[in-house]
């Protein structure tokens, strides 16, 4: 059964500084998606990452994935109060056509 | 916008009383899923599908039902709703080049 970890799961850090967000996970896989989730709102993709070694990069987030390490990390560059947010990660079973989510991490940048 | 909805958008429902909720696309994708959100859990898969007739049970099936008899349309069955229930539930969509995976708005259910 794959599972999904992510750390911290609550962040509070000031506007400006760098922070990463963690995503561990326990079994093979080759694909990891970040999603980003406002307050009583929905999911909003954010990344799509299709290959160990793949980075990609929005804005102050920029995302990366080790397959081997089974570890992907969300960095945040220079923080504004407009990343405050909950995040995802969610990695693809093997088997495709499902994702298994990890349990988010709620991001409160502070001026 | 992924052209996803869904209805009821807010439901208050009393225990033991049958729920359907709906999800409707308008892109004609193959993957629907239904989740549900709660705190500290992230969100669980309950079922999905990939295609018509074609559905599959998730992480935390059990009191839910689904049918798809209709591409654009996949349906959310809780039979006798339970407080347990209660909770918020997302549809997703997915087109399967890669299962990168696209949200509904949400419905809040409160089991009463």
Known sequence: ?111 | DAGITQSPRHKVTETGTPVTLRCHQTENHRYMYWYRQDPGHGLRLIHYSYGVKDTDKGEVSDGYSVSRSKTEDFLLTLESATSSQTSVYFCAISAGTTYEQYFGPGTRLTVT
Request: charged letters at 20%.
């Open chain 1, 1 to 111: 059964e794959l599972k999904v970890e992510q750390n911290p799961l609550f962040l509070s850090m000031q506007e400006g500084k760098n922070y990463t967000i963690y995503c561990n996970y326990s079994t093979t896989s080759d694909r990891l998606y970040w999603y980003r989730q406002d307050p009583g709102k929905s999911l909003e993709s954010l990344f799509v990452l299709l290959s160990n070694g793949a980075v990609k990069q929005e804005g102050r987030l920029m995302a990366s994935l080790d397959t081997k390490a089974r570890l992907s990390t969300l960095h945040i560059t220079a923080a504004v109060h407009d990343l405050s947010a909950t995040y995802f990660c969610a990695v693809e079973e093997t088997s495709g056509s499902r994702l298994t989510f990890g349990e988010g991490t709620q991001l409160t940048v502070n001026p």
